[in-house]
């Protein structure tokens, strides 16, 4: 058995947009079956194994939903509506869910992979500074690379401010001699851009291509997102 749990709570937190309210007026209307009976009572306490019916379609429960998503420039990687679009407005309704927050950020001119979740226990461990949680990034550059850049990334670098930076995997492109990749494991503000300006070069394009072990969907189309398996989940927090 998984667990009981009010029926109106459940469908609430499964389904973007409907309210415990919405769920009892549903109720009323015998929209809802429970292992096939109908139930006239929002406030019905159900198994979260149960076979729950809206309409004739199943409701699904997942305690939580991990949600990949290429993130375009120009979106902000909040939960609260402002002048820019939010990582939250590109969710589709099916995959939105109460609770969704971006675990870590992007800055708003940078491209790629965030994470979108309601596990706040995940998140946690992710951006936790004792997990070192890698994150790998696709660097182009205004100036041509050199081979110093790879040494000087390993051994950490102080940059303006007088911040630390852990060591960094630094690997040049052997096609593009502006073009690069950099595995991080912590998360300070702007960092990528602030290391490369500390060696005297700029950043001009930036994308996040992974998240632990987990690499960002290439069929993944700027703007589109994707409901994780938990699979790819777990390795998230690999090392």
């Not at 500390?198 to 993944?220: F, H, P, S, T």
Request: with cysteine; hydrophobic share 35%.
């Amino acid at each position: 058995m998984g667990g009981k749990i009010r029926l109106d709570r459940l469908i609430a937190s499964q389904m973007g947009g409907v309210s415990r309210a919405d769920v009892k007026k549903m109720c009323l209307k015998k929209r809802i079956s429970v292992n096939g009976k109908l139930v006239r009572r929002s406030d019905a306490h159900v198994d979260t194994d149960d076979e729950i019916l809206l309409d004739g379609k199943k409701v699904e429960y997942k305690k939580y939903i991990y949600i990949m998503l290429n993130k375009p420039q120009g979106v902000v990687c909040s939960t609260k509506e402002g002048e820019s679009r939010t990582v939250i407005d590109l969710v589709p309704e099916k995959l939105r869910r109460k609770g969704l927050f971006p675990a870590g950020r992007l800055d708003k001119d940078t491209e790629g992979f965030v994470l979108l979740t309601d596990d706040g226990e995940l998140s946690h461990k992710m951006l936790s500074p004792k997990s070192h949680v890698p994150k790998t990034y696709f660097v182009r550059l205004a100036k041509p690379w050199d081979e110093t850049y790879k040494e000087k990334f390993a051994q950490g670098m102080t940059i303006d401010g007088g911040e630390k930076c852990l060591p960094a995997k630094f690997e040049g492109s052997g096609e593009n001699d502006r073009e690069c990749t950099l595995i991080l494991h912590e998360g300070k503000f702007h960092q990528v851009k602030r290391m490369f300006k500390k060696l005297g070069n700029e950043v001009v394009y930036l994308r996040r291509v992974a998240i632990g072990n987990v690499n960002l969907r290439q069929d993944l189309a700027l703007g589109e997102c994707l409901e994780m398996l938990h699979k790819d989940v777990e390795n998230l927090l690999a090392k």
